[in-house]
């Protein structure tokens, strides 16, 4: 008994060493993000900040973080709700008309497989044709493209596991198509909303190739903002560091409930077979 | 059907609509800085490009990230998931904190890694070198740019195959091992009997995501690297990038995107059709 107690405490404390050093790098950036200009360049570097200060977290709001973080709410929001409104009907026909592995759910879904460069050169002439190039219209155009494969497929597993009988029933009551998706399937389904669009969220405010290629100086998103930093030689890391943690700190906290999904769909697709 | 139809509408559209374009760029001389009329040019600009060096290196790290970072990604995630289904108490904590890399934005990790990485103000090389190291300069150096890249790869998506594979060793009922163990099997007899081949599907499915991503591999080379030093680290996503976006000829960058797309299909069907031949095989042999 005592063994393998001692053998559970090697192995915790192994993950803990291979966990802090897989995290270092991320804990290094948050350190920095404290650390004033002067000390950013020390070599040997220090690691704790010496003058700890949250000028950085300023700056960086008032040199392009602020605009960031404003155009990628407004790109990734509006093109999530554009997912979900046109994903949540679609989705209830394809898990009701369509069976679960079939052809038209693997052609949506294989939609969401090509690499975004194969794309990216057609939609570039396009908004140039259209007159969309660098518009918060033609990114939130190309960000419902890339998510809404992925919106309807999650949402279509979702309405599965909700039984006929309750739509059969609103029906019966006169039920009008609209009342049947407000008052029935949407709060049955709101997990899965809620999972779709935690999901096209994300997805959108982390994508950097769509927005560096078909935007210009108009909209700026935050991976596009971030990556302009970086054009001078030595980057101030202190503001750029800063603007990741308020940016994509928040995500982190979805993490323990993106594992849960993430084995929960995994263990169905596959386990179901 | 009608229910259906606003969203086929939109994805369709959006998927013909600019394939139109780059299908017609990539059979004609088209380049948006010179003002030159557009001409037909057939399969000139797939020969010219199949003529050139880049287009052969740039195949070749795409590769490199297909099939030499993917089978790492599998075999770290494969000893992560096991380490972690070892133990008795929390788990999902481990299980989360682990996740955490692949939940970035791919631009926060290139930046991460390249200030970590520095070889002048970056912790990592001052530790090495008050050990007594005399470490390289990672990414901008000629010989170590690509695998530190690959590593970077490495990092960011082992998660993702030990969540996949975590799913899977979940699925495995205790009275397996229970079985194993009356029968006299040993640790490495329960792996190489049970474990591996009820994780099967599941490795297989990480394997086919993950080499459909790795075509996706652009971020971090663009933070990290830029291509550099010289062309060494340009795979065909940045290669196609490079061509269509600083020398703006699409012509030339819509051919690019088409290979890539055919790679990728023969690819994955490949792969596909191996795996269904495997497991029809087996089905065969245990009837």
Not at chain 1, 249 to 253: F, K, M, R, S
Not at chain 2, 215 to 218: E, N
């Given at each position: 008994m005592s063994r393998s107690l001692f053998n559970d405490f090697l192995r915790h404390f192994a993950l803990i060493v291979i966990l802090m050093a897989v995290l270092s790098p991320l804990l290094w950036l948050l350190l920095t993000a404290f650390k004033p200009y002067e000390e950013l360049f020390n070599n040997p570097p220090t690691i704790l900040p010496e003058s700890a200060t949250l000028v950085n977290f300023t700056e960086g709001w008032e040199i392009g973080g602020g605009k960031g973080i404003m155009d990628s709410l407004i790109v990734s929001s509006i093109s999530t709700v554009i997912c979900l409104i046109l994903g949540f009907p679609a989705s209830y026909a394809l898990a009701r008309r369509f069976p679960p592995h079939g052809q038209l759910s693997f052609t949506i879904l294989s939609l969401r497989m090509m690499p975004p460069i194969v794309p990216v050169i057609g939609f570039y002439l396009l908004f140039q044709e259209l007159s969309l190039f660098d518009t918060y219209t033609g990114l939130i155009i190309v960000y419902t493209f890339m998510n809404l494969p992925l919106v309807i497929w999650l949402l279509a597993e979702f309405m599965?596991?909700?039984?006929k009988s309750y739509e059969e029933a609103a029906r019966v009551d006169g039920a009008s198509w609209f009342q049947l998706f407000r008052d029935v399937l949407l709060p049955l389904s709101l997990p899965g909303v809620l999972t779709a669009g935690i999901l096209a969220m994300i997805f959108a405010w982390n994508e950097f190739l769509f927005s560096l290629v078909l935007t210009g100086d108009a909209v700026i998103t935050l991976p596009k903002a971030l990556a302009s930093f970086f054009l001078f030689q030595q980057p101030n890391w202190g503001q750029l560091g800063a603007i990741g943690i308020v940016a994509f700190?928040?995500?982190?906290?979805l993490s323990y409930y993106m594992q849960r999904l993430l084995i929960r769909s995994f263990s169905i697709e596959l386990g179901g077979r | 059907m009608i229910l259906l139809a606003p969203a086929l509408v939109f994805l369709t559209l959006m998927s013909i609509w600019p394939f139109g374009y780059l299908l017609y760029a990539s059979f004609t001389s088209y380049?948006?800085?010179?003002?030159i009329p557009i001409e037909w040019v057939g399969f000139d600009n797939f020969t010219k490009l199949m003529s050139g060096a880049r287009f052969w290196s740039s195949l070749g790290i795409t590769a490199i990230f297909a099939l030499v970072a993917v089978p790492l990604q599998i075999l770290a995630g494969l000893g992560l998931a096991m380490l972690i289904n070892s133990i008795s108490r929390g788990r999902e904590i481990y299980a989360s904190l682990f996740l955490i890399p692949m939940m970035l934005a791919p631009i926060i990790v290139g930046f991460s890694w390249n200030l970590f990485l520095n070889p002048i103000y970056g912790p990592l090389n001052a530790l090495l070198r008050s050990l007594g190291f005399q470490p390289p300069a990672w990414a901008q150096s000629p010989e170590w740019a690509l695998p530190t890249l690959v590593a970077v790869d490495i990092w960011q998506w082992t998660p993702l195959v030990m969540i996949i594979l975590l799913a899977g060793l979940r699925s495995i009922p205790a009275r397996v091992f229970e079985a194993a163990k009356v029968d006299g099997s040993n640790r490495v007899q329960t792996f190489v009997n049970i474990i591996l081949p009820m994780l099967a599907p599941y490795m297989v499915v990480a394997f086919v995501l993950r080499f459909i991503d790795s075509?996706?591999?652009?971020d971090i080379i663009y933070i990290l690297t830029r291509g550099g030093p010289g062309t060494s680290t340009q795979n065909l996503a940045y290669y196609t990038y490079d061509v269509g976006f600083s020398r703006f000829q699409f012509g030339s960058a819509g051919a690019l995107s088409i290979i890539q797309l055919v790679l990728l299909i023969i690819g994955t069907t490949v792969i596909l059709s191996a795996v269904r031949r495997r497991s029809a095989a087996s089905e065969g042999g245990s009837r």
């Open positions: 599965r596991q909700i039984p700190g928040p995500l982190l906290l | 380049q948006l800085a010179i003002p075509f996706k591999v652009f």
